[in-house]
Structures are given as structure tokens and as C-alpha cells.
């Protein structure tokens, strides 16, 4: 996971603008608090453009210890967090502006824990929950995922690709939008590269901007 973190900047710059730029462009006006889920090495703060305010009310939450370190050595007025998504985290309710998850629901056993956590953490009237996902399963994805990452991963460790990334991306397109709408309703959704095709088949990730639900009892 690393050495992806680390390549895919590198070498695949129009996709990583499209999954670090949705987030930005489509956050509320105003927002104060961020939460940004499966944070990585920090990539996504290099597209954030963060008042002094904003920056020291950051949260980048990290599952590895040794990736939270290395966003707190490039990012030290942000707060890198060791924490799984998927658990109840140590923030009151409605204490974030913005939740980010940006290719991080994809790879989640419980799927359903961290939408209704992520539904507690955000401010009911103005908080946005923001993601990017893959287009998992699609031809165009499958086609790209082939020259990239499973070429990098083959070379690299010299052992096939197909049973890691089926341990990893365990959710499709359909399964996360329908876990999504259980508690929040989607506001946006933009397709990359073919914007104006909305089809998972013809495209290689999806940005959503979900409002959360009032009320989600029953």
C-alpha cells in the first residue's frame, strides 16, 4: 500500500486530480473541522488549499502507524490519527464539517459501521460527506487497473495480482452507494474521465457529495 501511495502521484497525475480535486471543489462553503479517512502518506493535502484555522482543525486518520508518521514529518499543524474507520472514533456527534474518504470504502469489511459512524461525526445541517470510489468491475477500470497497478505490483513482488486486489476491494460501486443512502442523500455525482457518460462501465472512479439524513430510524 505504500509503494502504491507513493507511485501513483508520480505517474498517473490526471487520475489523482480528479480524486483529490472532487473533494476540494465540492466542500460546503465555510466548512471549520475535516476528517479525511485511509489518509495515506497526506496526498490529499496537497491539493487542500487550508486557512491557518482549517489546517490546525484537520484530522487525517490512519489505520498504520508508520503512514500517520509520515504525514505528521510532512504535515506537522495537521492531527494524524491511528484509527479504524470502521470503530466508533473519540469525537463528540456532529463535531466535522467535512468527512473525505477518497478510495478507502471500496476496501472495508464493515462497510455499514463506517457510513453510520461517519453519519454521527458530521453536523447534521451543514456537514458533507465527500468520496471518491472506483468504478470496481467495470471494463474501463479492469483495462486501466491492468497497466497500472497490477503491472507495478507483479513486477514489484513478482507474484500475481488477482487474489490481492480481490482481498481488497471487497466493495462494488452499487454496494457502496446503496450503504451511502441509508443514511445520507447524494447531492453530487460526477463521473471520471467521461463526465457527461453516467456509467460505471465507461468509467474508472465516481465523486459523491452526500447531505446527511435528519433522521435514519428504521
Not at 154 to 179: D, Q
Request: net charge neutral.
Amino acid at each position: 500500500m505504500r509503494r502504491w501511495h507513493e507511485v501513483l502521484p508520480r505517474r498517473y497525475g490526471v487520475i489523482e486530480s480528479f480524486n483529490h480535486g472532487f473533494p476540494v471543489t465540492a466542500s460546503p462553503p465555510g466548512f471549520r473541522r475535516t476528517i479525511e479517512v485511509g489518509a495515506g502518506l497526506g496526498e490529499h493535502l496537497q491539493y487542500e488549499r487550508l486557512s491557518p484555522e482549517q489546517e490546525e482543525n484537520y484530522y487525517a486518520v490512519e489505520v498504520l502507524d508508520s503512514m500517520a508518521s509520515r504525514i505528521r514529518e510532512r504535515y506537522p499543524r495537521v492531527h494524524a490519527v491511528v484509527a479504524d474507520c470502521q470503530q466508533r472514533m473519540d469525537f463528540p456527534d456532529d463535531y466535522f464539517d467535512r468527512y473525505i474518504a477518497v478510495h478507502v470504502l471500496e476496501h472495508l469489511p464493515n462497510l455499514p459501521a463506517c457510513v453510520a459512524e461517519a453519519w454521527r461525526l458530521l453536523d447534521k445541517r451543514a456537514g458533507r460527506m465527500l468520496v471518491v470510489i472506483p468504478c470496481e468491475g467495470s471494463p474501463a477500470y479492469s483495462l486501466a487497473r491492468r497497466v497500472s497497478a497490477q503491472r507495478l505490483f507483479e513486477k514489484t513482488y513478482g507474484t500475481p495480482y488477482g487474489p490481492f486486489i480481490r482481498r481488497e476491494h471487497l466493495n462494488v460501486p452499487s454496494e457502496v452507494i446503496a450503504e451511502l443512502e441509508r443514511y445520507f442523500e447524494i447531492e453530487l455525482r460526477r463521473y471520471f474521465p467521461l463526465r457527461l457518460v453516467p456509467s460505471t462501465a465507461c468509467n474508472l472512479c465516481i465523486g459523491l457529495a452526500l447531505r446527511p439524513r435528519v433522521d435514519v430510524s428504521g
